[in-house]
Every structure is written in C-alpha cells, then in structure tokens.
C-alpha cells in the first residue's frame, strides 16, 4: 500500500477535457506498472491552474512531480501561469515540480519560445500520445531520483 509520502502528484492544466482524460489515463497506468502511487489534478484553466501553483509556490502544497501545461488556455496563456505563479523568477521553476513541461498543438513556433522564457524547456507537441507521454514520465522519474 502506497502512502502520502510517496505519491507523486501531476498537474495537469489544459482547456480541453479529453486532453486531460488521456493524460489522467497514461500517467495512472505508467505509475501503477512501476508500483508508484500518483495523485493527477486537474486543472481546465489558467486560473484553475494558477491557483495550484501558487498553493506550491506559497508552500501550502507540496512540490508537484509534473506540471503539463498547454500553451493556449481559455482565459490566458500557460507560460504567462508559471510566470505569474513564480513573480516573474524563471529560477524558482525547480520550486513548482520536478519537471514542467509545455504543450501545444497548433502553435508550436510560438508556444515553445513563450514557454522558453519562462525557464520551460520540455515541450510537447501534441496529439497526446501514449509512447511520448511515458518518456516525460520516466524523465521526471530519473531527475526526482539525481536530486
């Protein structure tokens, strides 16, 4: 049995519901294969997400392991998200989660460099896909075990 100490906690924040499912769906059978527990919140907006960040950035909320954020929201952008959640510091990145990494599927020439800027450099260009997706989880896995 797995306990709060050892879940690793993925945020996901992407306007787009059946993004989500999938990504809930491959990070809960990649951790359930490796015998890990993972707790996956979701957020549909900027300010869903924004709001989860700051609670980790504020310390009322543990580090996350992955943060997936799209670059296109609703009602903002992500980079401008991580930026705010951080007060504009792209060195405190490392405070939110193991690793962030930025998506997007129409506007990858623009979204990569906006999430650059923000001190994001794994990007992702969907569609979602299983394969890929699993990478970025045995990434954050390797990094969370170097530190």
């Known amino acids: 049995m797995s306990t709060a100490e050892n879940t690793r906690c993925i945020l996901v924040v992407d306007d787009e ?3 989500r499912k999938i990504i809930v769906r491959i990070a809960g059978r990649f951790f359930q294969e490796k015998g890990l527990a993972v707790d996956v919140v979701q957020a549909g907006s900027f300010k869903e997400g924004l709001s989860v960040l700051r609670e980790v950035a504020d310390g009322a909320r543990a580090k996350l392991f992955i943060v997936f954020s799209d670059y296109r929201l609703g009602d903002g952008m992500g980079p401008q998200m991580i930026s705010q959640s951080l007060g504009g510091d ?20 623009t979204a990569r460099p906006a999430f650059e800027e923000v001190g994001v450099t ?11 997706f699993r990478v970025f989880l045995d990434q954050a896995l390797e ?3 170097g530190s």
């Not at 792209?90 to 020439?109: F, I, N, Q």
């Not at 794994?122 to 890929?132: C, I, L, M, N, Q």
């Open 17 to 19: 519901e059946p993004i």
């Open 90 to 109: 792209p060195s405190r990145l490392g405070e939110l989660a193991t690793l962030v990494v930025g998506m997007s599927g129409m506007d990858a020439e």
């Open 122 to 132: 794994t990007f992702y260009e969907k569609p979602v896909r299983s394969d890929a």
């Open 143 to 145: 990094l969370e075990q």
